[in-house]
């Protein structure tokens, strides 16, 4: 087993390294990591429809797609991540209850009564501190966690905070919980990177054969060429989402209400029409053909309506205000 320590807290190259440990690193694995404040999705959900775009952009906060399914979490700096990847016989692959034990041991050791419930979920008197995962490559399984310690609640409730009527689709929706943080079950004080170092030794002691293994220069090369062709891109991190319908309506003092309603496919509109009490010179026909066939993100529509001036199709819009009826 392979100790491989992380100290990168860049979003996307630590979901890239998981895929090349995965992928390139032959022995099994154990390795415990943590992100700066960033949104991560599961592989089937509707980025769009999970995160609150408002809070998003104005915190300048990464959203990344993970391999593995299930629902959306924030990281932080006080959240730790845990990743074990391992061969086996391929029925036997799927196990959330082996690869979730050690933490209730190292947690049983602390006084803290943590329990698995559910489908893959571990808690502290009801309430949920790690959400887990996994994702099937060829005889391998990859299985990774969160393990709230003293992440900032407050952030986490409102990056997450997604208006649930603007989106039709039929992508795994993410199910809120009631959450906690370790460190306030904890009788002594302690910061995080101590509860990763009694981690850290707890599998060293279930292990005979582990050892500390570190990534190389040239596994750091191949790490960031995949950070560069997927997980930094748009059409890994939001094309990548289903195809969804999305509708919104803006209302403004200055222009009155328009309605936006979309179709999108692999994250570009194939259809839109705009509805409302706009005032308006010319035909807002031409806003919807410009904007068919165009990614559903904010740079590329801002590139579509270049040339033209909004207050001949929407009397008094900003560009702004439209981009914001859009998300």
Do not use: C
């Not at 999305?246 to 222009?255: A, G, N, V, Y």
């Amino acid at each position: 087993m392979l100790i491989i320590k992380r100290h990168n807290t860049d979003p996307y190259f630590n979901l890239a390294t998981e895929e090349f440990v995965l992928k390139e690193v032959a022995e099994d694995s154990f390795m415990l990591w943590r992100n700066a404040p960033s949104i991560i999705v599961g592989k089937h959900q509707n980025t769009l429809a999970e995160i609150n775009v408002d809070y998003v952009k104005k915190n300048n906060i990464p959203v990344v797609r993970r391999l593995s399914g299930g629902g959306a979490v924030f990281h932080d700096l006080g959240n730790l991540n845990f990743t074990f990847i391992a061969t086996g016989q391929s029925d036997l692959l799927v196990d959330f209850r082996k690869f979730t034990r050690p933490i209730l041991d190292v947690l049983l050791k602390l006084g803290i009564d943590a329990r698995f419930e559910g489908r893959n979920d571990l808690t502290i008197e009801g309430r949920k501190f790690s959400g887990n995962a996994e994702h099937i490559w060829k005889n391998r399984v990859l299985h990774h966690g969160t393990l709230l310690f003293s992440s900032k609640m407050t952030d986490l409730s409102q990056a997450l905070n997604a208006d649930p009527l603007k989106f039709k689709d039929k992508a795994v929706k993410s199910v809120r919980s009631r959450v906690t943080n370790i460190s306030e079950h904890l009788k002594e004080d302690m910061d995080v990177m101590k509860f990763a170092d009694l981690i850290h030794e707890h599998i060293i002691s279930m292990y005979p054969d582990a050892r500390a293994y570190d990534l190389g220069d040239e596994d750091h090369q191949k790490i960031n060429e995949m950070v560069r062709a997927k997980y930094n891109t748009w059409e890994w991190n939001f094309g990548y989402s289903p195809n969804y319908n999305f509708k919104k309506i803006l209302r403004t003092e200055r222009s009155g209400t328009i309605e936006f309603d979309l179709d999108v496919k692999n994250g570009i509109i194939l259809h839109i029409k705009l509805f409302g009490d706009y005032f308006s010179k010319f035909d807002t026909e031409d806003i919807e053909e410009a904007l068919t066939g165009v990614s559903h993100e904010e740079s590329a529509i801002s590139k579509a309506l270049e040339r033209f001036n909004l207050d001949d199709y929407f009397a008094n819009l900003t560009l702004k205000e439209f981009l914001e009826g859009m998300f």
